[in-house]
């Protein structure tokens, strides 16, 4: 969700236009349910164009592939002993 009515609460480039009642009413719409479920609060600042479009090379998706292939070859052989093949299948006596 944003941070206020108009947006820019907390924008860097543009003033936040809101005051702190409208900030106030606009964050009591959220239910007070949905919010008891989430314990995770993110500040994601606008991305400028420049940066989206930035065309500084990246890595090829065969590249990454290989990485990802690699990485799931040590686990496997990190987690066999114990007859499971990914984190998802570990136990709290696995973690030690």
């Given at each position: 969700?944003?941070?206020?009515p ?8 543009r ?69 499971i ?12």
């Amino acid at each position: 969700m944003r941070a206020c009515p108009c947006g820019f609460f907390g924008d860097n480039s543009r003033e936040c236009s809101c005051s702190v009642g409208d900030i106030k009413r606009y964050r009591q719409k959220i239910s007070g349910a949905l919010l008891d479920r989430m314990n995770i609060n993110v500040h994601v600042p606008r991305l400028e164009y420049s940066d989206i479009t930035n065309s500084a090379p990246t890595e090829s998706s065969l590249a990454i592939g290989q990485k990802f292939a690699a990485a799931r070859e040590i686990q496997y052989a990190r987690l066999s002993k114990y007859n499971i093949f990914c984190n998802a299948h570990m136990g709290h006596k696995h973690i030690k």
